[in-house]
């Protein structure tokens, strides 16, 4: 029942800023563990963030000081905003969900993010 689509994705200059969102539907966003991971080609798919159910978050060590994520429970709504964006950060980035003790239960399809001149 829950879906995840998320938007926001397209193409960028070194240096610049994208806010990705993630809409959710089906159930309680508030109660839920939400994360955000990405896949470049030809490499796996990597974690990117966590937004807990209290807002505590994590970041992997690449994006640390340069990616945000955030949520607004009330708009059933996770973000992730990416600044000072590099092409290495080029790569489908897709949301996901998870209770119960795990990270990512649902999946939403991806959006692409690419960073070039």
């Known amino acids: 029942q829950v879906q995840l689509v998320e938007s926001g994705g397209g193409l960028v200059q070194p240096g610049g800023s994208l806010r990705l969102s993630c809409a959710f539907s089906?159930?309680?966003?508030?109660?839920?563990?939400m994360s955000w991971y990405r896949q470049a080609p030809e490499s796996q798919r990597e974690l990117v963030a966590i937004?807990?159910?209290?807002?505590?978050?994590y970041y992997t060590d690449s994006v640390k000081g340069q990616f945000t994520i955030s949520r607004i429970n009330s708009e059933n709504t996770l973000y992730l905003q990416m600044n000072d964006l590099k092409p290495e950060d080029t790569a489908v980035y897709s949301c996901s969900a998870g209770i119960g003790g795990t990270l990512s239960t649902y999946w939403g399809q991806g959006t692409q993010v690419t960073v070039s001149s």
């Open positions: 089906g159930s309680m966003l508030s109660r839920y563990t």
């Open positions: 937004i807990n159910s209290v807002e505590s978050t």
